[in-house]
């Protein structure tokens, strides 16, 4: 089953909202890796369902930036569900691999 068009939206809106509550939440303490790495995860799964590949690339460029970030805080750092930040920001390589149609560019930046 598909979701409809108003699902989507109101899944984006939702993502949004805890991108600006992670955003936040490294604002106010900026070695808190939990808020990195929910924040990466976040802005890939964003990638994943926005129809704009330009938007893709730019959440996943994202992404790629917060969930390093939560590693060089804590190289065991986790998202707030328990999802390794390594395994995430293997996942936001692998989709922004795909997404680079220069293939020397997809090797350098992944």
Not at 57 to 83: P, R, V
Request: charged share 25%; proline share 1%; glycine share 2%.
């Amino acid at each position: 089953m598909q979701a409809s068009q108003e699902q989507v939206a109101e899944m984006m809106m939702h993502m949004q909202n805890q991108c600006k509550f992670f955003e936040a939440s490294v604002n106010y303490n900026p070695r808190d890796d939990t808020s990195y790495a929910a924040w990466g995860s976040m802005l890939m799964h964003l990638s994943m369902i926005n129809e704009n590949q330009e938007i893709k690339k730019d959440f996943l460029k994202q992404s790629i930036e917060k969930l390093e970030k939560a590693i060089e805080i804590n190289q065991n750092s986790k998202t707030h569900e328990g999802e390794l930040a390594y395994f995430a920001l293997g996942n936001a390589l692998y989709f922004a691999f795909f997404l680079e149609k220069n293939d020397a560019l997809a090797e350098v930046e992944s």
